[in-house]
């Protein structure tokens, strides 16, 4: 197996984009292709889930060589729900890995704004079981109130502790051009003054407001390539080091322990044994908080923190930006937002970006090793990508 | 002659009670003022009511056309019993709530349109509208109608409001629901929220003068871009030079 | 005709499956026989659900999942005034979605 390395990144602001979906695809590739000075690549992946639905358009990855004229490159789309980033990487991984391709890129895309609120939530509902979940009119944000309040009963977390990381990640958000959200928020406006039940109305109780991502339109360009082309093009060596999948029950009532996310354990694991890193060497790792809750769990599960302490960690501050490990310095699902397709992609581009020391005011120092974690469905599929930095 | 006309012209006001000031902190920190206008302060609202007519999303175009003819009436004595009140953070125009009496029990909700997004500011002035007619001027009920399917979920289910569709709302003859005493006490906690007195400084700030919007929605490069992009099939040139303009995705 | 869940039996081990798949999670046999679900069981988690799908015309859906009398889990509608975790409820079938014309039934829980 050959290694593979990051040589190009491309990506669009992340929020209300009123263009066709496959120009949101476009204008990050194009940049990722500027960023890395190639003309042509081997292979394109399009992580997408939601366009035929939304856009009423499939088969993007064929769509998108065509839009860049980079024919006859081989294509195919990619969807697994909203790891569909992460798994599209992974293909890439192992497409160059493998020694099949030399160049492939990765583009992760999704225009969600183009219908209402409601059909967006009842798109990304698609995903919970038909006849055991769908008929009830469960959503994913009806999923993770009761994984929350389930975690809450257990573990002793409470709202403050989410609202906690959802300030945590506006605040980073701010030092993030791309972000959708530039606003920071106050525990007082949030939770604890007097006009938070109207600020931040319960969405799924436990959850509120705040502690959903919100609906946004985005595109991400990852581009990998074998280590001789990546020392040709003269970028800064940043290795795909590890890759991790792994699956678990479709409905949430039928997991062994519903307050565990087992397909996140074992997707860390099995990325961190391909990479040959521990938890513990990960100096920065942007995690799937579509709900804040998610964060905190995430942060368990990977290996971060013991089961049941990671809002002990929040609390003590490790995982700010300033903090032992940083999770989320792009400000996270929460204030970067979460076009479903791209998201994967998207914390891949926050980790290079890191590793490469191009972060700006939101670099971690230092930052050698990171870890992504891309959550599937309400974690039934669980894509974990581990990266580094080499001289 | 041209004073005799203007009296026929111009409706005779009843008296109300002034709705009182209040404040509320908003989810970023921020504080919020929402008070009443009078006449003379309509002029300095117009300018930002007029650029939103060009923004199709959220309705914001129909909302805004339909806001600015009642103000100019309101301005201009052309509508009776009219108030308006607006929500002002450090001085910067953030929403407009405006509505009118039928009659002593009976109120008219007309429009509410928030000029800044993602702080829950609609829902603040909204609630203010709501206490103002039943609360402050002790009516027995508001007709409400909705122009966004956002307005229609939050406020018409959620509030579970009585159906009035054999009555004809003023903006339209569109569905008209009731929020009545009994759902406005049954729905208090939620609805009536916000401080008073409003603390000197900061009514001052409000009172001095409305400062522009910090953040509102901008139109877009041409007018019904978001319908006419998806039936546009030269819109190629349209799109390259609007890209362009707008600074591409990254902005 | 009684409606009721129907549970998924593995003939070999017993284990019941719900909702049905084609392979046994425990032994991998491809056989099963329906039985009907048991409608008393137990409330471990629940949620009100504010923002609920187009479909429904109520403004808050009420949410849970229940772990039945015979272990099998299942998610469902709740019409209970104050839920809390670990109290005890009996589920009836009744119509919990209309999506155009279809309709679909399912188990709606109350307090037992």
């Keep these: ?138 959503t994913l944000p009806s999923l993770a109130g009761m994984f929350t309040r389930l975690y809450m009963n257990q573990y002793g977390v409470t709202e403050k502790h989410l609202a906690m990381v959802a300030i945590k990640n506006h605040a980073n958000a701010m030092h993030n051009p791309n972000a959708h959200l530039h606003m920071p928020i106050t525990m007082e406006g949030i939770l604890t003054g007097p006009e938070a039940s109207t600020n931040n109305p319960y969405v799924a109780d436990p959850l509120r407001f705040f502690d959903m991502c919100p609906v946004s339109d985005g595109g991400v360009c990852l581009i990998l390539a074998s280590k001789d082309v990546a020392k040709k093009v003269k970028r800064p060596m940043v290795r795909l080091a590890g890759v991790g999948q792994a699956t678990d029950t479709h409905c949430v009532h039928e997991r062994e322990n519903p307050t565990d996310l087992l397909a996140v354990r074992g997707a860390a694991e099995k990325c961190f044994k391909m990479a040959g890193f521990k938890p513990k060497d990960v100096d920065v790792a942007e995690l799937h908080d579509a709900f804040s809750i998610l964060e905190i769990v995430e942060s368990e599960e990977v290996g971060f923190f013991k089961k049941g302490e990671g809002h002990i960690a929040l609390e003590k501050g490790y995982t700010a930006l300033n903090g032992k490990l940083p999770i989320n310095p792009s400000g996270g699902l929460k204030a970067k937002g979460h076009p479903v397709g791209a998201t994967g992609v998207g914390q891949a581009h926050e980790i290079v970006t890191q590793l490469r020391g191009e972060a700006g005011a939101r670099q971690v120092k230092n930052a050698k090793i990171g870890f992504s974690c891309n959550f599937g469905g309400f974690g039934n599929n669980v894509v974990a990508l581990a990266f580094q930095k080499e001289k | 002659m041209a004073i005799d006309l203007e009296k026929l012209l111009r409706p005779v006001d009843h008296p109300v009670p002034p709705f009182p000031p209040k404040f509320v902190t908003l989810a970023n920190g921020e504080e919020m003022v929402i008070r009443q206008i009078d006449r003379e302060d309509i002029p300095a609202l117009l300018p930002h009511v007029a650029p939103l007519m060009q923004v199709e999303r959220d309705y ?63 829902a603040h002035a909204f609630a203010a509208k709501m206490e103002y007619h039943i609360d402050i001027m002790k009516q027995k009920e508001v007709l409400i109608v909705a122009e966004s399917p956002i307005g229609f979920r939050r406020w018409m289910i959620e509030y579970q409001l009585e159906k009035r569709f054999n009555v004809a709302h003023e903006l339209g003859g569109v569905p008209s629901y009731a929020l009545t005493k009994k759902l406005f006490d049954r729905a208090r906690e939620s609805l009536v929220v916000g401080r008073r007195p409003v603390p000197e400084k900061l009514l001052e700030k409000a009172c001095q003068a409305i400062l522009p919007p910090t953040d509102p929605p901008k139109p877009p490069f041409d007018v019904l871009a978001a319908t006419r992009a998806m039936y546009d099939s030269t819109g190629t040139a349209l799109r390259a030079s609007r890209q362009k303009l707008e600074g591409g995705m990254s902005k | 005709m009684k409606i009721s869940i129907l549970g998924y039996k593995c003939t070999k081990c017993g284990t019941i499956h719900y909702p049905n798949r084609a392979i046994c999670r425990k032994c991998r046999n491809e056989q099963f026989t329906v039985e009907p679900l048991p409608e008393k069981g137990k409330l471990l988690t629940f949620t009100h659900l504010y923002n609920p799908s187009g479909d429904f015309d109520v403004a808050i859906l009420d949410l849970g999942i229940v772990e039945l009398a015979n272990g099998v889990r299942i998610t469902g509608q709740m019409k209970i005034d104050q839920p809390k975790i670990g109290m005890k409820v009996v589920g009836k079938i009744e119509t919990v979605r209309e999506s155009g014309y279809k309709s679909y039934k399912g188990m709606v829980f109350y307090k037992a």
Aim: charged share 15%; aromatic share 8%.
């Design chain 1, 1 to 138: 197996m050959r290694e593979v390395y990051v040589i190009g990144l491309g990506i669009t602001k992340f929020s209300r984009l009123e263009y066709p979906l496959i120009e949101i695809a476009a204008y990050p590739s194009i940049m990722a292709m500027k960023d890395c000075g190639l003309n042509s690549v081997d292979h394109v992946y399009v992580a997408n889930m939601g366009g035929s639905r939304i856009s009423h358009q499939t088969a993007l990855g064929s769509a998108l060589v065509d839009h860049l004229s980079l024919y006859p490159a081989g294509a195919e789309t990619i969807e697994n729900g909203p790891a569909s980033g992460a798994s599209a990487i992974k293909q890439g991984y192992m497409a160059v890995a493998s020694g099949v391709h030399d160049v492939v890129m990765v583009t992760g895309v999704e225009r969600m704004r183009e219908t209402n609120n409601l059909e967006a939530t009842d798109f990304v509902a698609s995903l919970a079981h038909p006849l055991a979940e769908q008929i009830y009119g469960v």
């Design chain 2, 60 to 122: 914001y175009d129909i909302v805004s056309a339909r806001l600015y003819a009642e103000l100019l009436g309101f301005y201009r004595h052309r509508v009776q019993d009219e108030y308006v009140l607006v929500a002002q953070i450090d001085g910067h125009l953030a929403a407009i709530v405006n509505g009118r009496l039928l009659n002593p029990d009976v109120g008219v909700s007309y429009h509410t349109l928030a000029l800044r997004r993602g702080l829950r500011i609609g």
